[in-house]
C-alpha cells in the first residue's frame, strides 16, 4: 500500500511546494487550451458546450468540499 501512496504524495508536495506561484501557470494552461481549441477540425456546437458548462458546475461543487491540500493538483 505505501508503494502506491508514495508517488501520490510525491506529485502532492510538488504542489504544495508551488503554492505561492501557481497563478503563474494560468498562461501556460491557457496556451493548451487554445492550442487544443485550435486542433480540433470542426466547429463545437451548442451541446457541447452545454455539456462542458454542466461538467464545470459539477466540478466547482466538487471543489467546493475538497480539502485545501488537494486542491491544487485539481
Known sequence: MTLI?????WFLDIFDRQRGRLF???PVLLGIGV???F???LEPDLAT??????FAAFVAAFFFF???YLAPPF
Open 35 to 37: 492550442s487544443l481549441y
Open 49 to 54: 458546450f452545454i455539456y462542458v458548462a454542466t
Open 5 to 9: 501512496l508514495t508517488p501520490l504524495y
Open 66 to 68: 475538497l480539502p485545501a
Open 39 to 41: 486542433a480540433t477540425p
Open 24 to 26: 503563474l501557470w494560468l
